[in-house]
């Protein structure tokens, strides 16, 4: 700030304010954490483009000096003595005493004045009908280790010079709110050293726009490659709060740097409330009112303004990494303004769970089902079911809270239930087993919270309060994927902890079977070369659930309810084919990214017909079938004219994941193709849709799972890039056993002498002809035996189900050991 500047804003204090664009990440020992990095973002980033709104800092010198006039240091002092956590009401007896000790202390009248002055200025450059966002920022705030988030009140919608002012005495006042005293006894903060700064910043206009957060990683597993969005329309305390279940979306950072432009992922909240500008000044600005359901209906954000933000927080941990000399993954809020339809940067700061991990102990969560237990966590003792956070399970006796006065019951080991918290509650939170809210997505107050402390939450559940009662037994599970689970009883269940630190890699490529996309970030963390098998039926039952064919001519639909759901679902896509490619191509995108740039094997759709018949819509497009195992499947459907629409809908997800996500690292691969012939039909519609072979780098396996595929290898081979061995349906074929039979089960057995020597044939016809040889069947998960057998071979990949991953590749590490096969370099995160 110039010489000039300090005398126009306060003649007798220079240090009592700031502008932004005079301060930075240097100062938060004058303007606390929030102030000194909006000051950063305002003075460094908005030359490149970001947008911040100006604003400027009552600085710590000018809180302490209010204080030291009023004389309250030692009053303060005599509020807190002897404090005890663990007695709530006396915390907020002596809280509520530290406030008006505080909040009385008159500011001294040049301070006012000089915050008039500058509020003016903020007139002149926005306008005279301003109003403003006034914002606590303590001074031991947004530490790297420690994000002191919701500990201090802020106030939106400020306009008016009284109003202004009546602000900054409140926000001064609640650097001794309970929850913030709270949180600086557990975290070994002296009060007496823990100032408050306050930010006035232009309030831009979500009430009538939009807003939310963002996290440069995935919050739930702490994987870095992704910018994770939440949002949902008005201002962003109900996002924060955890008032609203937001909309999300995805972007894969490595792509979007190398010029790639799409969204990874998104999810549609269901954003119930937003909250606007009221009238009525400092206290009571802002409310609540019912979302219409039009918006509900719809993303906040166009694509577009996602990737703008996107590379504003990839510009953010760029600019805050290069500060520190080291990775600084950052947790920022933003708004759209309704009047002129612009995005703001509203507030910067290190993400302190997730980025705070140290080492590479793999910690997995199982609930245990024995004999006695295996129908425990059944649907039918779900009690309760939302998002999940984190990757825990934790069971105790429920505690329903319906509000802040009942805290007082709660006790330490206990499930707090609730409709949702707030930062008010932290000292109960502490000592809480689970958290399960009725409201919140997964960056809301609930979840933050709970990854912190390193508890399960599940989150928008919407009927928590109503479904559990205070007292009843219950296990909360975060361990089964996206979808989190509230279960009636104390299930029993087992924590394995692996390190993994210094694990070598075997010679043999080991490769993960996945089908869930949602657990795809968490599983990229187990040692492994990759994905084997992604298994695209899977992504199309949970994501789409809906034949395809039902979506190219929906018209076809006897069914006028049917029909109505399946325009229902896609109302909100250009069409409902895009609706297929569009949620097809996320969810293998979803997968893909998680292992770049490792290779990732898609496989086309597998189902049978009567598996195709139970999706939506289509019964109109399936025959009957006696056998459909050996029936209308894999590739004899994608160039038949009852498919050949449908096949092209794949195709075109597929090609969208390679070519406008840029994931190149997808390899294709064809199941079940009988005859050579017909694997070269089914490559050249492919070309045909764009996917051809060895364009782009563009690679196509095949799978080896009928034995005409062994006895013809060489020929497939002339096809193909590689054969990926699967020895569940080779096993059903060479024997002429149906696994699914309890009758002739017994008969299945991957390990019988004739599916051996068909699978040695395979292995050695691949090493013959050059190309890829893999198994992704069971056999190797199930039989150490087997894996044995394919390392012996000198097969190249092995594809393991995730949760016998870590058990193989110690016994193949063994066998390799005994072969004098060099392992590769340890395994690194």
């Known amino acids: 700030m110039s010489s000039t500047d300090s005398q126009t804003l306060n003649p007798a204090r220079s240090d009592d304010l700031l502008w932004f664009k005079d301060i930075g990440l240097g100062d938060t020992a004058l303007v606390g954490g929030k102030n000194a990095s909006l000051g950063e973002l305002y003075r460094e980033l908005t030359p490149q483009g970001l947008r911040v709104p100006n604003g400027f800092a009552i600085t710590a010198a000018a809180y302490r000096r209010t204080l030291a006039a009023a004389g309250a240091g030692p009053r303060l002092q005599a509020a807190l003595e002897g404090l005890n956590l663990a007695d709530v009401a006396d915390l907020a007896r002596r809280a509520a005493l530290a406030r008006e000790i505080v ?59 009284a109003a202004l002012l009546e602000a900054v005495k409140r926000c001064f006042a609640s650097l001794y709110t309970d929850r913030a005293i709270a949180y600086r006894t557990g975290r070994g903060f002296d009060h007496a050293k823990v100032f408050l700064s306050v930010g006035v910043m232009k309030m831009v206009r979500a009430d009538i726009g939009a807003a939310g957060v963002m996290f440069t990683l995935d919050t739930e597993t702490g994987f870095r490659d992704v910018v ?142 024995s004999a006695g237990q295996a129908d425990a966590a059944s649907a039918d003792s779900v009690r309760a079911s939302g998002k999940a956070v984190g990757a825990k399970i934790a069971s105790g006796r429920a505690r329903v809270i319906q509000n802040v006065a009942a805290l007082s019951e709660f006790r330490p080991g206990e499930v707090l239930v609730a409709d949702i918290t707030t930062p008010d509650w932290g000292t109960v939170m502490k000592t809480a087993a689970a958290i399960v809210t009725n409201r919140g997505g997964r960056t809301c107050h609930a979840a933050i919270v709970a990854r912190e402390l390193g508890i399960p939450a599940v989150v928008g559940c919407d009927s928590a309060t109503r479904a559990i009662r205070s007292g009843d037994e219950i296990t909360v599970s975060c361990a089964e994927g996206d979808i989190g689970h509230a279960y009636a009883g104390l299930l029993p269940f087992e924590v394995q902890r692996t390190d993994l630190a210094g694990l070598a890699r075997p010679a ?32 199309i039952s949970d994501a789409i659930g809906i034949h395809p064919m039902a979506l ?38 979803t997968i893909a990214a998680a292992f770049y740039p490792k290779p990732v094997v898609v496989r086309l759709s597998d189902f049978k017909t009567h598996e195709y018949a139970s999706l939506l819509g289509g019964a109109a497009f399936e025959p009957q079938e006696a056998n459909p195992m050996l029936g209308f499947r894999g590739a004899s459907r994608y160039a038949h004219p009852a498919y050949a629409e449908g096949f092209a809908l794949e195709c075109a997800a597929l090609k969208r994941v390679r070519e406008q996500m840029g994931l190149s690292n997808v390899i294709l691969m064809l199941p079940f193709c009988r005859r050579v012939e017909e694997g070269r039909q089914v490559l050249q519609r492919m070309a045909a849709l764009g996917l051809e072979r060895g364009v782009k780098g563009l690679k196509i396996y095949v799978m080896c799972e009928i034995p005409n595929n062994v006895l013809q290898l060489d020929a497939f081979a002339g096809l193909f890039d590689g054969f990926s061995i699967g020895s569940n349906d080779l096993t059903q074929l060479t024997l002429g056993v149906d696994r699914d039979s309890e009758i002739v089960a017994f008969d299945y057995d991957e390990r019988d ?73 340890a395994q690194t995160q």
């Open 103 to 161: 909040y009385t202390a008159e500011l001294p009248a040049d301070l006012s004045a000089a915050i008039l002055a500058a509020y003016r200025r903020l007139q002149d450059e926005y306008g005279p009908s301003l109003s403003l966002a006034v914002r606590s920022s303590a001074t031991a705030e947004d530490l790297a280790d420690a994000s002191f988030a919701g500990q201090h009140e802020s106030y939106l919608n400020i306009s008016g010079e």
């Open 508 to 539: 043999t490529q080991i490769m993960l079977n996945i089908g869930d996309p949602v657990s795809a970030f968490k599983q990229s963390f187990l040692p492994n070369d990759g994905v084997g098998l992604a298994r695209m039926e899977f992504i």
């Open 228 to 369: 994770l969005i939440t949002g949902s329309y008005g201002l962003g305390e109900n996002v924060v709060q955890g008032a609203v279940d937001p909309d999300e979306f995805y972007v894969h950072k490595p792509s979007f740097e190398l010029g790639f432009r799409a969204v990874l992922r998104r999810t549609l909240g269901s954003k119930k409330l937003k909250m606007v500008y009221a009238a009525g000044g400092a206290r009571d600005s802002t409310r609540n009112l019912p979302t219409e359901r039009a918006e509900r209906e719809r993303y906040c954000l166009e694509d577009a303004e996602v990737l703008t933000l996107a590379d504003c927080a990839i510009r953010i941990e760029k600019h805050y990494t290069a500060k520190a000399g080291q990775a600084r993954p950052m947790d920022c809020e933003w708004a759209k303004d309704g009047m002129d339809g612009r995005l703001y940067i509203v507030q910067a700061r290190p993400e302190t769970v997730a980025s705070q991990l140290r080492g590479q102990v793999l910690e997995q969560y199982r609930l245990r089902r």
């Open 552 to 589: 190219v001519h929906p018209e076809r639909i006897s069914d006028p309810l049917q029909r109505a759901e399946i325009l229902r679902r896609c109302a909100q896509y250009p069409s409902p084919s895009e609706f297929f490619i569009q949620r097809l191509a996320e969810g293998i995108g």
């Open 753 to 825: 002498e004739g599916v051996k020597e068909l699978i040695r044939l395979a292995v050695l016809g691949c090493q013959r002809n050059h190309c890829h040889s893999g198994i992704c069947g069971q056999a190797p998960s199930d039989y150490p035996e087997m894996a044995e057998f394919l390392v012996r071979l000198g097969i190249d990949s092995i594809s393991l189900n995730p949760d016998s991953v870590l058990k193989t590749t110690l016994h193949v590490l063994e066998i390799e050991r005994q072969l004098g096969r060099p392992p590769r370099l």
